[in-house]
């Protein structure tokens, strides 16, 4: 590596899923303090529902408040149970019915407004899980129209759309994030490092390499190999090291995250531990 590279500081972000047992004013304090440049925030019903009265004015509101409390932003949109309360993460983009494709179409069209007003890095976002019958073709066709959409809007409000693989939707790795950038060239990778570990051909530090000038928004929890759970720094099986190495090599300029929505319940603990924990591992990168 060299010195440059080695000198490079990765700045990290912590998702506001894993802190749904806090108020959001409070959790941003809570992330200030310890020592992260930004908040990957997940609009939910916990925090900053965009279906909520006066979106405008608090929306405005929390753009004072990280800036400050000097924390960038990146915009999430994998809250499970805000668009239908019975069904998790649905509808998708590539759900049967047309009226629910639209209405996430929509909702990510409000997260793209919440993101140009908050001034994020990005607005990361996900296909959506194949019904078992679902015609795939069809099902890639209707994804192609509604990211197309929502990167209509997005170019129009000058904000990045960051698409993401997951394990087990119809775009779950890079491969097929990569087919989906043919169709609509202007998306970014959302990189969850994990994910890599779980489904596909790349390696966590090989996309990062790969794909460095095309990153939007990126991931670093860790993950049991082939299993799709996410933990803290240290509690699976991915080679944090290698990956810090690789962003700190191409200079990767953009936040950082972590997600751990399953351990709210931890957070006064996760989120200053999280932060020690990769730093040390930063050292040895």
């Known amino acids: 590596m060299s010195e440059s590279a080695h000198e490079h500081r990765l700045r990290y972000a912590y998702n506001t899923n894993g802190l749904t047992s806090h108020r959001l004013d409070d959790a941003l ?8 440049d930004g908040v990957a925030l997940t609009l939910d019903v916990a925090h900053h529902d965009p279906f909520a009265p006066e979106l405008g004015r608090r929306t405005a509101a929390l753009a004072d408040r990280l800036r400050g409390l000097g924390l960038g932003s990146v915009v999430e949109t994998g809250a499970r149970f805000l668009l239908d309360p019975r069904r998790k993460h649905q509808p998708t983009l590539i759900a049967g019915d047309a009226d ?50 929502v990167v209509a809007h997005a170019r129009e409000r000058g904000v990045v759309c960051a698409v993401e693989p997951e394990p087990g939707m119809l775009v779950e790795d890079c491969d097929d994030w990569m087919r989906l950038a043919l169709d609509v060239p202007e998306i970014t990778l959302a990189l969850d490092t994990g994910h890599c570990i779980v489904s596909g051909r790349w390696s966590p530090e090989g996309a990062v390499r790969e794909f460095a000038p095309l990153l939007g928004a990126v991931a670093v929890e860790d993950m049991p190999r082939g299993v799709h759970e ?8 991915m080679d944090l090291p290698a990956v810090l190495g690789a962003l700190r090599e191409v200079r990767h300029p953009g936040l950082v995250s972590f997600e751990l929505s399953r351990d709210s319940h931890r957070a006064d603990t996760l989120v200053p531990g999280a932060l020690e924990t990769i730093r040390r591992m930063e050292i040895s990168a």
């Open 100 to 149: 629910g494709r639209a209405r996430r179409v929509e909702f990510l069209r409000t997260c793209v407004d919440v993101a140009a007003d908050l001034g994020s890095e990005a607005v990361s976002f996900w296909a959506g899980v194949p019904a078992g019958d679902q015609d795939r073709d069809e099902a890639w066709r209707w994804l192609a129209d509604g990211v197309g959409e």
């Open 29 to 36: 304090a809570l992330l200030a303090d310890c020592g992260y």
């Open 230 to 237: 996410h933990r803290a720094p240290g509690e699976g099986d």
